[in-house]
């Protein structure tokens, strides 16, 4: 956005990735950081359309493999999968309420817990239920695949066209 290139820009997506936002991460402090960010480049780029993104996420192990590495992480006091994805939740919640029929908000996370049967995929994680990347849109767990990626930037298109019929 430095550099002029603001000034060609119409709309402009600021999005996080999984890796940004993991159990130790304050959710609080990443918002509130994001939002002094976002207020400061709407003044500097008034023209400019910011969409907010919420922070990808992940699916528990599916191999035998993997959970076995998941198990033993989690003995040794390590993070899994479910505990990253319950603090990026947190965030997404955060992000939803200050953002959300204020400013355009793109919801990637929902996207990606929404299967092809419309149904929302869920962990349960120390007594929560934790939203997770459904298994059918991913090939390692952290990634959109094809049909992924397909389900998401349909989303994607759909709330452009949105943004377009409003502005």
Known sequence: MEGGLGEKVDIAFFKFCYADIVSHSNPDAILAAYSETMEALKVRLP???FVHVTVPLCAPPKTAKGILKANIKRVLGRSTVLDDNRVRARYNELLRER?????PLFDLALYETLGPDGLQHYSFWKGQEVP?????YTDDGDHLNVLGRRHVAEQLL?????LASSG
């Open 158 to 162: 759909i709330k452009l066209l949105d």
């Open 47 to 49: 023209e400019v359309v």
């Open 132 to 136: 997770i990347l459904v298994r059918s």
């Open 99 to 103: 953002f959300s029929g204020k400013e």
